[in-house]
């Protein structure tokens, strides 16, 4: 029988079960992983007895918003929900960490604030670990209308803009277990110190610049009004090279379309400096690729693809992030782990295990097949199973003496295993 990893060992106590009992009762792994996420949390834990569950009120509260789901929706939700996941990975990096006695959890454009409601739920589950620590929620939010749609999940109640307009805090308010939570509009403001970052379907909706390469050389594509229909666009390519195109596109690129996002870069600079200085870690989960893909600008309204130059503004903009991009723009000052394919991230996370205990406690052949229809659409890689990443940034000194065999940038081995990223070791 193998050993189960201190760290884990710790985290099983703390639960007061084995964890990976605690995880396979409660629903793991994604939820509706286009940005519409369940209901409000960051109350105390609900008794399991009770019928009326967190994953019920999440899909009353997604079915209420969008309407009727399908039994696929509802089993995909019922296998993997993100309430334990998450909230998991980062209490086991904290951990990692040496414990701080503080934990500033930080979102990178949060949503509705659900997933930071799900993980502020996760922490209170396990304050006999927690309770020694200074948890603070800093909200990097643009949005006014969704800064207010995240109060009202977090907090339950309207919160007042700040009456400074020169603070970079220009919303902050108390969650429904008594952890403060700040807003603000950039990165920078949040301050320095221990901080564990989530981006979660963040870096797929940035701008991109996009380029071809022809007999000229490689052009710019750019948007330009159809002649042939006035009030219609059209791509064109630039007559000439742009500053874009210089400053870009590397001399080595074999392929023949590229995406770039500066935005991107930047942020990922920022993230990594401040993990280097600071400590803490980043979990980034979205659509992309390598390095290999090419043109993924696409657009969705009402869930279905729709023509990305059609009726701007009335469907969701996006590109497959590009982490080879991301891993190079962190120029070495942290450790990368991933990108790793979603059914990769669910299978070192136990969702394989999850399933044979819901299996043999269901006698219902059709449940049966409900079941095992989810997991192949979340692990099948001709669906989503190689289509959303999982991606982070640990410091260099996280990642030492270990011989656990991971997609790693930067480091060679681990010091301890990484949730998500390496097998998990069941006792």
């Known amino acids: 029988m193998t050993r189960l990893p201190a760290r884990r060992s710790l985290l099983a106590a703390a639960l007061g079960v084995s964890w990976q009992q605690r995880l396979l009762r409660h629903h793991v792994v994604p939820a509706a992983w286009r940005r519409r996420r369940g209901s409000g949390a960051g109350s105390k834990a609900e008794d399991s007895s009770s019928p009326v569950t967190p994953l019920l009120k999440h899909l009353m509260f997604k079915i209420k918003a969008t309407g009727p789901i399908t039994v696929a ?216 690729h390598n390095g290999n893909k090419t043109d993924t600008f696409r657009s969705f309204r009402s869930h279905e693809l729709h023509d990305v130059l059609i009726a701007p503004g009335t469907a969701d903009l996006t590109a497959d992030v590009d982490f080879s991009y991301l891993q190079t723009m962190t120029q070495g000052r942290v450790a990368t782990l991933g990108p790793l394919k979603q059914q990769e991230f669910l299978k070192n996370m136990g969702i394989d295990v999850r399933l044979q205990v819901l299996l043999q406690n269901s006698s219902d052949t059709a449940m049966h097949k409900h079941l095992l229809q989810g997991y192949d659409m979340l692990m099948n890689p001709k669906k989503m199973g190689d289509r959303f990443n999982f991606f982070a940034l640990l410091p260099h000194q996280r990642l030492a003496h270990s011989d656990q065999k991971v997609i790693l940038q930067h480091s060679k081995s681990l010091s301890t295993s990484v949730a998500g990223f390496g097998e998990l070791v069941w006792k």
């Not at 023949?256 to 942020?267: M, N, Q, R, Y």
């Open 73 to 288: 929706e509802y089993m995909r939700e019922a296998l993997t929900n993100p309430v334990k996941l998450i909230g998991i990975w980062y209490v086991s990096e904290w951990m990692a960490a040496g414990k701080p006695k503080t934990l500033q959890l930080v979102e990178l454009g949060p949503g509705r604030g659900t997933l930071t409601g799900d993980i502020l739920r996760v922490f209170n589950q396990l304050g006999s670990l927690l309770n020694k620590c200074d948890i603070s929620i800093h909200l990097v939010e643009v949005s006014p209308k969704l800064s207010e749609i995240q109060a009202l999940t977090l907090t339950g109640e309207k919160i007042q803009s700040e009456l400074d307009v020169t603070s970079p805090v220009y919303m902050k308010g108390i969650s429904k277990a008594g952890i403060p939570i700040f807003w603000y509009r950039e990165l920078q403001d949040v301050p320095q110190g221990t901080s564990f970052y989530l981006a979660h379907e963040f870096f797929d909706a940035l701008p991109i610049h996009k380029f071809q390469r022809t007999e000229q050389g490689w052009r710019e594509v750019l948007i330009d009004i159809d002649p042939k229909a006035p009030d219609k666009l059209r791509f064109v390519l630039a007559p000439s090279a742009t500053p874009a195109t210089e400053y870009f596109i590397q001399g080595k690129e074999a392929r023949d379309h590229v995406e770039v996002c500066p935005d991107a870069g930047i942020l990922i600079q920022k993230l990594a400096c401040r993990i280097q200085e600071d400590g803490g870690a980043a979990l980034i989960a979205d659509y992309g």
